[in-house]
């Protein structure tokens, strides 16, 4: 059974969508599929649409391997790079605190009121205010 040519279309324009960039979210959107992000992640790994002897060809060689080869690009994984410029410029963390109650005679009844009165007694340790 053949696939109808308006999906063949939408699954083509799936394809054109992601290598030009757009996110996988704004490429369903476009191609009017209604489908999750992940069955399009999937979809883009099938070797299928490439055809075989019992499946027509659907994408072309060239735009599989161009889809291919942004999915790397966009997989790059970035989160050592930015521990990494963290580690060389570290933010300054303040990490010693006084809980300075001076001023205050009886904490209120209501617990919120109390924790809100005792955040506002928090100071940093060694700078006045």
């Known amino acids: 059974m053949l696939p109808k040519p308006e ?5 083509q324009k799936l394809y054109e969508y ?5 996110s996988l979210k704004n490429c369903l959107a476009l191609a009017g599929v209604a489908r999750s992000i992940g069955w399009l992640r999937s979809v883009f790994d099938r070797t299928i649409y490439l055809g075989d002897e019992r499946y027509p060809q659907l994408i072309s060689r060239e ?11 966009r997989s790059t ?3 050592g790079v930015k521990k990494k ?7 300054p963390v ?4 006084l809980l300075d ?3 205050v005679k009886a904490l209120p009844e209501d617990p919120a009121e109390s924790a809100a009165l005792l955040y506002r007694c928090i ?7």
């Open 63 to 73: 735009m599989w391997e161009n889809a291919a080869r942004e999915a790397g690009r």
């Open 77 to 79: 994984n970035t989160v």
């Open 123 to 129: 100071r940093v340790r060694g700078k006045s205010q």
């Open 18 to 22: 992601y290598v030009q960039g757009y």
């Open 101 to 103: 109650r001076r001023g």
């Open 94 to 97: 303040e990490t010693e605190f």
């Open 85 to 91: 410029k963290l580690r060389q410029h570290p933010v």
């Open 7 to 11: 999906e063949v279309r939408k699954l």
